[in-house]
Nanobody
Framework: QVQLVESGGGLVQAGGSLRLSCAASGFTFSTYAMTWFRQAPGKERELVASISSTGSVTIYADSVKGRFIISRDNDKMTVSLQMNSLKPEDTALYYC?????????WGQGTQVTVSS
């Protein structure tokens, strides 16, 4: 079955960096776009960044443009999110997402906390 497992979250000071990873299994990873979402306490889940199946097209939320970079390794079936210049408002639970045959799959999430 489809599984997505996130890792790499943690506590970091404002201005610091973290790299999140999502390991995928159970589907043909190289044929699907992958997306990172986040959800802060009391707020709705929001799209952070998305990458096409080949990695040639990426999109970012305005709030993270120029600071975050999404990438993927189709051989290793992983998608990563490099987060630089972190701000306290980036604090959230970060989720990896795949839409496989129109069904949305989510990982368990990894917590990112940015202290000021």
């Amino acid at each position: 079955q489809v599984q997505l497992v996130e890792s790499g979250g943690g506590l970091v000071q404002a201005g610091g960096s973290l790299r999140l990873s999502c390991a995928a299994s159970g589907f043909t990873f190289s044929t699907y776009a992958m997306t990172w979402f986040r959800q802060a306490p009391g707020k709705e889940r929001e799209l952070v960044a998305s990458i096409s199946s080949t990695g040639s097209v990426t999109i970012y939320a305005d709030s993270v443009k120029g600071r975050f970079i999404i990438s993927r390794d189709n051989d290793k079936m992983t998608v990563s999110l490099q987060m630089n210049s972190l701000k306290p408002e980036d604090t959230a639970l970060y989720y990896c997402n795949a839409q496989v045959f129109s069904v949305a799959y989510w990982g368990q999430g990894t917590q990112v906390t940015v202290s000021s």
